[in-house]
């Protein structure tokens, strides 16, 4: 999945399963405090819901507060869980249509 296609999904998830209506589009350079006012507990549902409706496998190990500072950030992170499991990834690239 490109980068553009694991923005737009993420923002289906942010809207629909988070219920983050405020935000209307992703911009690499937003952070996810500051402009998107995704909190800890937030941002934990967010890591559940990229397992859950992106299908990756989100190792313990691999969550560094750093990750989650910007939208570039999280999509880069997104992009190192699909090179680790590709099949994973591609049974999911279709995903975003369906939510």
């Not at 980068?3 to 399963?17: A, G, S, Y």
């Not at 941002?43 to 560094?64: A, T």
């Amino acid at each position: 999945m490109n980068r553009d296609q694991c923005k737009q999904q993420l923002l289906e998830v942010m809207r629909t399963k988070l219920n983050l209506h405020h935000i209307e589009g992703l911009e690499e350079k937003m952070h996810l405090q500051e402009d998107l006012r995704i909190d800890s507990v937030t941002l934990i549902q967010l890591l559940v819901y990229i397992e859950l409706e992106l299908g990756y496998e989100v190792p313990d190990e691999d969550i560094e507060p750093s990750t989650f500072t910007t939208v570039e950030r999280l999509v880069d992170f997104i992009a190192t869980l699909e090179r680790k499991d590709p099949l994973q990834a591609h049974a999911q690239s279709g995903m975003g249509d369906k939510v």
